[in-house]
């Protein structure tokens, strides 16, 4: 039995040793990132080092990654051609000087320029939603191009999956994507058979590999998390929703899921359909010449850049780009995310908007389906809430909108939160614009939101028991790992 003890005790001592001194030469990782994998390796013996060697590191497949460097490139080539032969002034000289920052790191993270001459209709309500995505699938002529990261087979997902068959019977060009995790039960269905047979073409985003259902090569909590429509290369379709029920079957208990989705017109659906080209690309045979940029500019239209952040992007691409948003607001900064645990920079970025007189409101939900980040994202409250941070819960539902808005003129919606897993591990797609009436727009959804929620007071933070804040900065201080 000591010999037993000892022989366990010396090679738990080893795995620390190893998992420590790969974590120490790791670039890619930040401080609180190498401190949280460093108190998980050493106080869980062996599922410590498990759980590392899983999700500790990016794994991607050097094939995937050369051939997403060269449809990077060619996406970016692409849609400078397209800026240079565009009618009309560049969108970037027309605009105030602090408003070109966010556009231009914007174009530094996938070469995507701002474009003007854009169109945009909001849609925030689950049957306007629903509607809206299966009018526009009937009413396609040329091609449907879908890309998702939660596809269930509930009403909505098969009402989604009918009218794809239907456009595909009737001779559209027809392309379905979706994530493998995220929607695993639908891949494995009579349904997904019954679409393919019909002649819609599928794939499988982040597909996970494995030997004898033991997941290898990449880690499983890689994702593709964009939420994507395009319909004959003219119109596009952004946001948060899935293609699954409000109520969401597999987490019941905390729905409905509040969605927004946008609905594009503008030269900004060439560039939602360059990122759709080139996933599907990664992950199947085609050229990014098959989907050809047919969106020209409306009148009277407003400046849009439509961007891709993901774990083969720039480093802190996502985290950085929240920053430039931030640091860009002068009176108002109003966020919507049903997960918030920001990494350092966003943290300081937010607290420091608030300290130089900027009304910053985050809006989350007041129940999360995720207790795990529910427990981290509180832990953030007292440091936000004592800069003058003002936080705000929602409910009931789950609050899933992820739009920011900036002084009544500046906006974002996409599919990413404020949260490291977006930051870092997720594929996301998000729309960035300039236009006072969307973003009142916006505003005024977001209001709606606020006048469902209840804002959390600094005093309530400070009647927590020693033993929730203990735990809430347990589960902050394991956030980069989350």
């Not at 920079?345 to 007041?366: F, N, T, W």
Request: with cysteine.
């Amino acid at each position: 039995m000591a010999y037993f003890v000892l022989l366990s005790s010396l090679l738990h001592f080893g795995l620390i040793i190893a998992a420590t001194v790969r974590i120490l030469l790791r670039e890619t990782i930040s401080g609180p990132g190498r401190l949280a994998w460093f108190v998980v390796v050493a106080t869980l013996p062996y599922v410590g080092f498990v759980l590392y060697v899983l999700v500790g590191e990016t794994f991607l497949k050097k094939s995937l990654r050369a051939r997403h460097k060269v449809l990077a490139r060619e996406a970016a080539l692409r849609g400078r051609k397209y800026l240079e032969e565009m009618p009309g002034p560049d969108p970037l000289t027309t605009m105030p000087p602090d408003d070109r920052q966010p556009f231009r790191y914007g174009m530094s993270v996938n070469g995507f320029a701002p474009l003007g001459g854009n169109h945009a209709a909001l849609y925030s309500t689950a049957k306007g939603i629903e509607q809206a995505l299966i009018e526009a699938i009937d009413h396609a002529k040329d091609t449907v191009s879908l890309l998702t990261y939660i596809w269930l087979e509930d009403d909505f997902g098969t009402e989604v999956a009918r009218a794809l068959i239907r456009a595909s019977q009737r001779g559209v060009v027809v392309r379905g994507m979706a994530d493998h995790v995220g929607s695993r039960k639908l891949i494995r269905s009579k349904l997904w058979s019954e679409m393919a047979a019909s002649g819609v073409q599928l794939r499988i985003a982040m597909p996970l590999e494995s030997f004898y259902g033991f997941p290898i090569v990449t880690r499983p909590d890689l994702r593709n998390h964009r939420k994507i429509l395009v319909i004959d290369g003219e119109n596009a379709f952004v946001g948060s929703r899935n293609i699954a029920d409000p109520e969401f079957a597999p987490k019941r208990r905390f729905g409905p899921w509040i969605d927004v989705m946008l609905r594009l017109e503008g030269p900004v659906v060439n560039q939602v359909n360059l990122l759709f080209a080139s996933d599907w690309c990664l992950y199947g045979d085609g050229t990014l010449e098959e989907f050809p940029l047919r969106a020209t500019p409306r009148k009277n239209g407003f400046s849009a850049q439509f961007r891709a952040t993901g774990p083969l992007a720039a480093r802190d691409s996502s985290s950085q780009m929240f920053c430039t948003l931030i640091e860009r607001a002068h009176h108002t900064l109003i966020i919507t995310t049903p997960y918030l645990v920001p990494d350092i920079p966003v943290l300081h970025a937010l607290k420091s908007a608030a300290r130089r007189g900027v009304d910053v409101r985050l809006i989350v939900p007041h129940r999360n389906d995720s207790w795990i980040v529910k427990g981290a994202s509180k832990g953030f409250y007292h440091p936000l809430l004592s800069a003058g941070v003002r936080i705000f819960e929602h409910g009931p539902g789950l609050l899933h909108s992820k739009t920011l808005t900036i002084d009544g003129e500046l906006g974002f919606v996409g599919s990413s939160n404020l949260d490291m897993r977006s930051f870092d591990l997720n594929f996301e797609a998000d729309l960035l614009f300039r236009d006072h009436p969307l973003a009142v727009q916006i505003g005024e959804l977001q209001a709606h939101y606020l006048a469902q929620a209840r804002e959390v007071e600094f005093s309530d933070v400070l009647e927590w028991s020693a033993a929730r804040r203990g735990w809430y900065n347990v589960m902050a201080t394991l956030g980069p790992i989350l």
